[in-house]
C-alpha cells in the first residue's frame, strides 16, 4: 500500500451558494471545476491549491451519504482523498489486512476520475477516499462541468 500524494479535502456543506461566498469571496480561492455527481448524491466545486484539490460537497438530497453527514454532524470536514497509483489494487491490499471498505470495485468520481471509499470506522473516524492518479480530468486547463452517470 502505497499514498502519493494527498489529493483533496472534501468539506461539507448546506448550500453551495453560501459555502462559495465564504471560500471565494473571503479565503480568495477560485473555483476551477463544478459539477453534479448524481451517483454520489453531491453538487461539488474544486479548488486547486498546489498539487492538492479542496473540495465543497453540498447534498442533492437528505437521504444521501453528505446529506446524512450534515444532519448528523452539521457541516464540516467530510473525507480526505489520497491518490494512489491503482485504486483496485489499493483496495485489495486493503482487505488482505482487514480494513472495511465501503466500495468493493472502483467507481467513477469527479471528473470522471477513478475512486473508492474506505469506512471511517477502520481509519481512525476519517472517511477516506482512494483516487487513481492521473485519471479523470485534472490537469490545469480541463475543467469542464461533466455529469457522470
Ligand atoms: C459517517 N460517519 C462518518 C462519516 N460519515 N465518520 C467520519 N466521516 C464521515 N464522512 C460515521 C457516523 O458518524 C457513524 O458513526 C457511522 O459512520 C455510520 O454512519 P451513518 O450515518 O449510519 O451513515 P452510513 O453508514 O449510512 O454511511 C456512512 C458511509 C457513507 C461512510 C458508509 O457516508 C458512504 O458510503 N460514504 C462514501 C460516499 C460519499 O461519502 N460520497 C460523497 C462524497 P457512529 O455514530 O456509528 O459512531 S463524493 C466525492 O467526494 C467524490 C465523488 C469525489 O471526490 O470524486
Ligand atoms: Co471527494
Redesign the pocket.
Known amino acids: 500500500m502505497q499514498l502519493n500524494r494527498l489529493d483533496?479535502v472534501?468539506i461539507a456543506v448546506n448550500d453551495l451558494r453560501t459555502a462559495r461566498g465564504f471560500y471565494e469571496g473571503v479565503l480568495g480561492l477560485e473555483a476551477t471545476h463544478e459539477e453534479v455527481?448524481a451517483d454520489?448524491?453531491?453538487h461539488?466545486v474544486l479548488y486547486r491549491l498546489g498539487d492538492a484539490w479542496v473540495?465543497l460537497?453540498a447534498p442533492l438530497e437528505p437521504d444521501t451519504?453528505?446529506g446524512?453527514?450534515l444532519a448528523?454532524?452539521g457541516e464540516g470536514m467530510?473525507?480526505v482523498?489520497y491518490s494512489v497509483a491503482n485504486v483496485a489494487t489499493a483496495l485489495d491490499d486493503l482487505r488482505s489486512v482487514g480494513v472495511e471498505v465501503?466500495d468493493e470495485v472502483p467507481r467513477i468520481?469527479?471528473g470522471g476520475?477513478t475512486?473508492a471509499?474506505v469506512?471511517?470506522?477502520g481509519a481512525h473516524?476519517?472517511?477516506i477516499?482512494l483516487?487513481e492518479e492521473g485519471s479523470g480530468h485534472r490537469e490545469p486547463g480541463v475543467r469542464r462541468a461533466r455529469r457522470s452517470t
Request: hydrophobic letters at 35%; aromatic letters at 6%.
Open positions: 483533496h472534501g455527481i454520489q448524491g453531491v461539488e473540495q460537497v451519504p453528505v446524512k453527514f448528523k454532524r467530510h473525507h482523498g465501503i468520481g469527479s476520475t475512486i471509499f469506512h471511517p470506522k473516524g476519517v472517511l477516499e483516487v
